[in-house]
């Protein structure tokens, strides 16, 4: 088996089936977009080659596609810079030896394993201005002036749809958070303590230190996530009101699917692929330092 493992050409078979898998289905259809997105096609009629036409629509005359670009930066936002300290906050707490850390640990990672589709329903009989949990409670506790139609207004749309998301996936970050502390020597702290290093000057010159790599990570995979945000908002929104909560996957399904307007829906599926891979690659070399030893 070593000698079989160890000749370029049985690895090179062994590797050949993947290889032919990620070919067929996402080299291929990557390409095929590509393509698709410089042509005039509704899926029925021969295309049109029209060049660059959509992509120059799309950066100077759909308005709504800058409004989806502004979205998706607030979902960056939420998962960076609250999403992210939630879960970190929260990996702290599990990491804690008390009584009862595994049920805490499953409860907060629980909606983790719940699809997207089913929390978003979810949340939506939640924020139903008629019969919803949320304004009965603001009703119940004195506060029925600020109850409202959560995800009818433009004003509170993307946030109602930023909570739901946050809630969802920020057991996801803390598990990997946690498996981050847990691997850190428990000596570190033991010198920390006798140097009178307790509480949180631990945490910023023990812990945060040593789980930079995981950190660049959950970074890096919430950033993808927001960019590509479809079901909840689809679900939950649809995009509206008044595009307030459109997303660029969520555009690109409206065009191609709804719309029949393949050739655009293609470049907005390039611009998006794009994004993802510019911006995570702009993250690993922002966020990459110097590894600890340890």
Known sequence: ?????????????????????????????????????????????????????????????DKSFWKAVWNSLAFIGAGVCIQLPLSFALALLVSRKVKGRKWFRNIYFFPVVMSTTMVSLLWVKIYDPNIGMLNALLEAAGLGSLAQA????????LLSVLIVTTWHYVGYNMLMLFAGIQGIPEQYYEAAKLDGATGWKAVRHITLPLLADVMR?????????????????????????????????????????????????????????LECLVIAWVLNKVLTREKIEY
């Open 217 to 273: 990570i959950c970074v890096v995979l919430n950033v993808i996530y927001a960019l590509k945000t479809f079901e909840s908002v689809y679900v939950m929104t649809n995009g509206g009101p008044l595009d307030s909560t459109t997303m660029i996957a969520l555009k690109m399904f409206q065009e191609a699917f709804l719309k029949q307007n393949f050739g655009y829906g293609s470049a907005l599926a390039v611009f998006m692929v």
């Open 150 to 157: 959560w995800l009818g207004d433009t004003g509170t749309a």
């Open 1 to 61: 088996m070593e000698k079989a493992l160890s000749s370029k050409k049985m690895l090179t078979l062994f590797l050949l089936p993947g290889l032919l898998l990620f070919l067929v289905f996402y080299f291929v259809p990557i390409v095929m977009t590509g393509y698709y997105s410089l042509q005039k096609w509704d899926g029925i009629n021969p295309m049109t080659y029209i060049g660059l036409d959509n992509y120059v629509q799309m950066f100077t005359e």
